[in-house]
């Protein structure tokens, strides 16, 4: 957003699991295995964990696995939590989106697995009910799977975190889809969120809503969304939603806090697992800096790229770095094209 290169934190990132969905709005975009055995991983994690103690260059080291987390094995799921933990950093909840459709008894031998490897919270993303849900991503029987797992969570004591897309074909489906929720009962975290601004669903922009949907959405669902919450009731900016007209008229009245430090990512596969294994810590470390450094760098302030690329009619809705995202690869497209 502007620049922050005060790198503190690295996190390593491997797509390891295969996800049987088809989303839509995948933010993932295309997606590919990167096959590179567990044990490799840990060596990496290992050594980056050692030097961080010794050197102290930066204050967290966390790792996501994707697509899903389903198919970790126990000594996976646990040995993943304690790298994390290690790391300075608390492990996200279980990711449980595209999960491989099994029998309820597998699904709770392995949810029961990851349970006693120290997961209590598990989520789910939905954009509808029933076939709506299906359609959107990409497979049929995915609705009532996650009902099924949603039992299988309530018996073994998980709390789960209901990520609800808020979209032109969720809205009339809201009501419904949360009643299913909450027909099932156990612990909750619901939030209620556009679209993101990534993946394919940079291709979505019809789907996304406006001020004027708003009122479509029923009154006590809201409270799981930020959509009617104004500066004050919201903790940080990063929280607002806003249209892209709101945005462009409230940037340059709002000083934007950015973080102070920053962190870079390091994606594992074929191609540099040899180079993570083998070189030294700070050689790694500092190429990947620059290559941070060199990304960021040429994008313009915020209040520039607005001011130039900001659209004063468009009434959609977007998050901070959404619609930071859109200006961001305009500007993009048109350094592309100079
Ligand atoms: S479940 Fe997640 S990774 Fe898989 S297609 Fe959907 S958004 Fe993408």
Redesign the pocket.
Known sequence: MQNPMNIDSINFNENVYP?C???R????GK?HLDNIPFYRYVRVMERFLDWKEKTNKVKTISSHI???HALMTYEQSKKFRELSLRGGYHPLELQM??CIFMPEDDLERILDGHRRAGYDRYSV?MNGCREIHDLW??RKGEFDFIMMMAKIGVRLGYERQENILISQSSIPQLQELTNCFDAIGGKKIRSLNPVGYFGWAKMLEKERITRADVPRIPPHLLAYSTLTKDDKEVNHVYGLLKSEREWIEWIPNHVIEVPVNSGIGIHLDSSNIDYLETAPCDDIFNDYVDQYVKKYQPVPDIRVISEKYGDRLNEKIYHLYEIDNKWTDLYNSDQQGT
């Open positions: 996800c969905n088809h989303c709005y995948c933010s993932a997606k994707m697509y899903t989106d595209g993303t991503a990409g």
